[in-house]
């Protein structure tokens, strides 16, 4: 493997003999997001189906496709498959509330290059990590690792998407005497993502009425000590919040028996102590 330095671009038939290229993306945090964001000659969102992430993992035929486990995220891009409109197709990284220069880990390896962001990273949530574009009928790779201090919504703005507007937050309600099983501190913190993912999937407009129910009995321990039921909860919940016909969920954990707790909504998360459950 040789490195890439910022800036630095190569020809795909340099590190890849395959058109079908494969970017593994090592990243820890775990909830450090990796999206693929397929652009216009203009370096515009044109069709939002090519914004491949964890809510749209695979673009119309198939051309971009996402899969996530743990700290490595894998964007498959088929070069020959792309629609002719898509001009570029940009792999960026986030995080809901951390600079990035603060992961343990954030690099990309593609054919036979590396491309590792930490050394030039500062107070940036939202990066554009690398791109593949088209180049004298061909293709080609850049290393790009510059981003925004406004994360995800400045990133999506500079690719002229939209992020809807949202309310200002409420203040936090009063902590809980006990503590919940999982935090949902984080619920809000994904709403403008959740925005344009429903719109890609042409769903913004639908409702339902829907019931929030977590396990929280024995045998699920291991996953509550990974952090797997946490982050799960906490991709899920903004998703249900924004489908909820009242913006307001019954909640309810259950082990050896079951317990309603406050209803859920994007400012009042609730809790049950897991010792009454």
Not at 54 to 81: C, H, M, Q, Y
Request: hydrophobic share 40%; net charge negative.
């Amino acid at each position: 493997m040789s490195l890439m330095q910022p800036g630095e671009k190569r020809q795909i038939a340099d590190i890849s003999s395959s058109r079908q290229i494969r970017i593994t993306a090592s990243h820890a945090p775990a909830d450090i997001d990796i999206a693929a964001f397929g652009l216009n000659s203009d370096r515009r969102i044109e069709d939002d189906r090519y914004v491949v992430l964890f809510s749209n993992e695979r673009s119309p035929e198939g051309a971009l496709a996402f899969a996530k486990s743990g700290e490595t995220t894998t964007i498959s891009v088929d070069l020959d498959r792309l629609p002719a409109d898509i001009h570029r197709v940009t792999i960026t990284a986030t995080h809901d509330t951390i600079p990035l220069r603060q992961a343990g880990v954030l690099k990309a390896e593609i054919g036979s290059v590396t491309i590792d962001a930490k050394a030039s990273l500062g107070d940036e949530k939202a990066i554009m990590l690398l791109e593949l574009y088209r180049h004298g009928g061909d293709w080609r790779l850049g290393s790009i690792v510059q981003g925004f201090n406004g994360g995800l919504a400045a990133l999506v703005k500079h690719f002229g998407g939209d992020v809807a507007d949202e309310p200002t937050p409420a203040a936090p309600a009063a902590a809980a005497p006990s503590p919940s099983p999982v935090s949902l501190s984080k619920v809000d913190l994904r709403k403008q993502k959740v925005g344009i993912s429903l719109k890609k999937l042409g769903i913004e407009h639908e409702k339902a009425e829907i019931t929030f129910v977590i396990d929280a009995s024995g045998s699920m321990a291991s996953l509550y000590s990974k952090g797997v039921v946490q982050e799960t909860v906490e991709r899920i919940a903004p998703v249900a919040l924004r489908l909820d016909d009242d913006g307001s969920m019954a909640t309810w954990f259950y082990a050896s028996r079951c317990k309603q707790v406050e209803d859920l909504t994007a400012t009042c998360p609730p809790s049950a102590p897991m010792a009454q459950i």
